[in-house]
């Protein structure tokens, strides 16, 4: 459990960090390229299913990205104000669960539920092929 939130909030603090700075946005672009392949692959989309999938999935990730800036900054104000609260953290792993359960059921309007399910598993498998890339990086300069 430890490992895949690290997993995510790793893959997320990546995520922020391209996005905030403006000069290299050539890496957050590359990166969404690569994710792109990377689901287009694992979950075998052929041109129809890609063309129903792209659309909801876009919207999903918006959504989702726009919850982890909140958790962020409300991490962020608690710890200024020395006020950490645990339910509010949960607060917003229950809006992340009831956001992936609400756009699952979307995914399976668009894909074959045997595609669908495997949506976010494919995410947690690129999200670990990246970490895995980096530590190689980071072991080479070392």
Do not use: C
């Not at 995520?15 to 969404?32: L, W, Y």
């Not at 890609?50 to 909801?56: D, I, L, R, T």
């Amino acid at each position: 459990m430890k490992h895949l939130i690290f997993t995510i909030l790793f893959g997320l603090s990546l995520t922020a960090t391209v996005m905030a700075q403006p000069g290299d946005r050539s890496k957050f672009e590359r990166i969404e390229a690569l994710n792109a392949e990377f689901l287009t692959k694992s979950l075998d989309l052929n041109k129809e299913e890609a063309q129903g999938f792209w659309p909801v999935y876009n919207t999903y990730r918006q959504e989702m990205n726009k919850l982890f800036r909140e958790r962020h900054a409300a991490r962020k104000r608690a710890k200024e104000e020395g006020t950490p609260s645990a339910v509010n953290g949960l607060n917003f792993e229950t809006r992340m669960l009831e956001t992936k359960k609400r756009y699952l059921t979307q995914f399976y309007q668009v894909l074959p539920k045997s595609k669908a399910d495997r949506v976010y598993p494919a995410e947690r498998e690129f999200r670990e092929h990246l970490i895995n890339q980096l530590k190689e990086r980071r072991e080479k300069r070392d």
